[in-house]
Every structure is written in C-alpha cells, then in structure tokens.
C-alpha cells in the first residue's frame, strides 16, 4: 500500500530552520506532483509548497522567500527546508502526493500522517 511518512519536525525559535523529509513508497506512477500541506488549530488545512516531477515548484503566499521544496525522484522523497521560522507557521505538516493538469486535481490524493512544528516566540 502507500505510504508517505515524514520526519524531522520538532521545537525551534522563532528566526530559526528546520528542514522536513517525507519518503514515499509504492505510489501510482501517475503521480505527478509532490507537497507539503499544514494545518493549525482551528484553521483550515493550507497549501506551503509543491513540486512537479519536473522541478515547477508553488508556494503559498506566506511562505514564499522563507521555505524551499525539493525532490529527488530516484530516492522518492521530497524535503522541506524552513528558515526565518514564525509562530504563525506552527502547524501540523502533511506530505501530500497528487496527480495534476496545470492547476487541475485529477484522481487520488495520498497524505502522510504529519508532522508537529511548533515555533516559539
């Protein structure tokens, strides 16, 4: 079965950097994009970033200059690196997998359990 499993939440500063790894294993070859996804208590869960096959990458609004996605495709997995960290980006982050058409979701969606980043100020 699929499985999306991330690691390296955590615990840091206000102004400080974590990086996120998510590794996937056994997903459709029709999956496309890969992507990080983050929900707080009481919000709505957000887009943070996604990755193409490709290399096109996508940003939500409040990250854009701060967060980087990448992949490696061989390894099948995808990284977050977080720097310049907010309270407001406290949050449980999702891996995401995810078939697409320009800016169109097409079929199943495949989600990691999450991971816990908490920010202090």
């Known amino acids: 079965q699929v499985q999306l499993v991330e690691s390296g939440g955590g615990l840091v500063q206000a102004g400080g950097s974590l990086r996120l790894s998510c590794a996937a294993s056994?997903?459709?070859?029709?999956?496309?994009?890969m992507g990080w996804y983050r929900q707080a208590p009481g919000k709505q869960r957000e887009l943070v970033a996604a990755?193409?096959?490709?290399?096109?990458?996508k940003y939500g609004d409040s990250v854009k200059g701060r967060f980087s996605i990448s992949r490696d495709n061989a390894k099948n997995t995808v990284d977050l690196q977080m720097s310049s960290l907010k309270p407001e980006d406290s949050a449980v982050y999702y891996c995401?997998?995810?078939?697409?058409?320009?800016?169109?979701?097409?079929?199943?969606?495949?989600w990691g359990q999450g991971t816990q980043v908490t920010v202090s100020s």
């Open positions: 995401n997998g995810r078939r697409t058409m320009g800016t169109l979701i097409i079929g199943d969606q495949y």
């Open positions: 056994r997903l459709p070859s029709s999956i496309n994009t």
């Open positions: 990755i193409s096959s490709g290399g096109t990458t």
